[in-house]
């Protein structure tokens, strides 16, 4: 070796190690969502994690975690927790944020939307970027749109045909809107953290539910614990992929732009396996032994009539302009 081989070689290992150790400290954020980590939820995160990575020559990743446990469980803290910082990056629905955004229950008003076509107009243009403006006001910075879908009802007491059917139920719901919708349905509505529902069920202490059959109550075997389920597409609820403002505001253009691109194919990715899943979902139910009642246009109608009174007190709550907008672009895919 000449005098000047062995540094280079250290200076070249120097450079290897260096490389290493940067590799390894790939900034990792913390994304939160609230349900278990077989949902097309942590799915659409796990492909958000992997665009990200891809992106940015693996120096971006986020560690995921289920079940809201960084907000203690409390799946209606998370947002706010995004808002402060204290949270990286969250994925929920709609109603989730209604405590800190009422507004936010615009999306899941009983019976707005009839279509996923009509949906699709209003997780973009007028009706999106009023509800992104709103959870801006709160440092929740919106990335992309997902899907939950639409809730359909299940229970194990008896089939639901009729609003009627509902009378005397105990309904474990999300939020305080589906509590307005339970209740005028003669239910007895209780707010329980979706994490603690399935044992709920399990042991009577709820007799039914509501949520999306791809998104959640396939892949979460609510068919294990409940015997009816009744497609009665009584209210949408989207999720979305947000960031905390801290944290985007410390990124440049650049960067800001992989992290959206990655989110918006992730959530893409997220809606057409939930949209799959559904597809397939009743015949997959029915073989687990489900009774699966899909109602006629007129008894549909009736439901519609019965929830009246919530969608009325909700979209004043909501605000009439913004009720408005949404019905627009619902309009207008027609
Ligand atoms: O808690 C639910 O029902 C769920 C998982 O659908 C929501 O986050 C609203």
Partial sequence: ????????????????????????????????HNTSDTTTWHQGSEKFNELLKEA?????????FPNATLAGG??????????????????????NVTPIVPEMAVFSLPYLYSSYEEVDATTQGAPAEKIEALLAERDIIVLAWGENGFR????????????????????RVAGPMYIDVM?????????????ETFTALQQGVVD???NPIGAVIIPQRVYEVQD?????????DPIFLAVSRKLWESWDEETQTKVRNAAIEAMDFQKKI?????AQGIEFLRGKGMDVYEPTPEELAAFREATKPAFDSWAEKVGAELVATFQEAIAAAN
Wanted: hydrophobic share 40%; no cysteine; aromatic share 6%.
């Fill in 208 to 210: 039914g539910q509501e």
């Fill in 274 to 278: 939930s949209r799959e899943g559904t």
């Fill in 183 to 195: 209740n005028a349905l003669g239910a007895n509505p209780q707010q329980m953290q979706w994490a």
């Fill in 74 to 95: 409390d799946q209606m803290k998370q947002a706010e927790m995004v808002g402060r910082g204290a949270l990286d990056f969250v994925v929920t629905s709609a109603i």
């Fill in 152 to 171: 359909e009802v299940t229970n194990s007491v008896r089939p639901i045909r009729s609003p009627d059917d509902l009378r005397g139920l105990k309904m």
């Fill in 228 to 236: 009816y389920l009744t497609t009665w597409h009584y209210s949408y």
């Fill in 56 to 64: 940015t020559g693996g120096e971006m990743q986020v560690r995921i």
């Fill in 1 to 32: 070796m000449t005098r000047t081989g062995r540094p280079l070689i250290a200076v070249l290992g120097a450079i290897l190690a260096g490389t290493v150790a940067m590799s390894a400290e790939a900034e990792t954020f913390r994304l939160s």
